[in-house]
């Protein structure tokens, strides 16, 4: 009965789960920053700074 316990409450499996879905989020991340700092506003922002920064 204990075995059989412990089986159904054993976690395997769960950690390449967590892995897989922190991997997405990850992705997820990624994409969205690549998004942002591609648009025009942001490199006219960070060009402006550095503009700034050079003179």
């Keep these: 009965m204990r075995r059989m316990l412990r089986r159904l409450r054993g976690d395997d499996g769960m950690n390449t789960a967590e892995y897989a879905v922190g991997t997405l989020a990850a992705v997820a991340f990624a994409g969205l920053l690549l998004k942002v700092l591609t648009s025009g506003t942001v490199q ?12």
């Design 44 to 55: 006219a922002a960070l060009t402006a700074i550095i503009n700034r920064a050079l003179k």
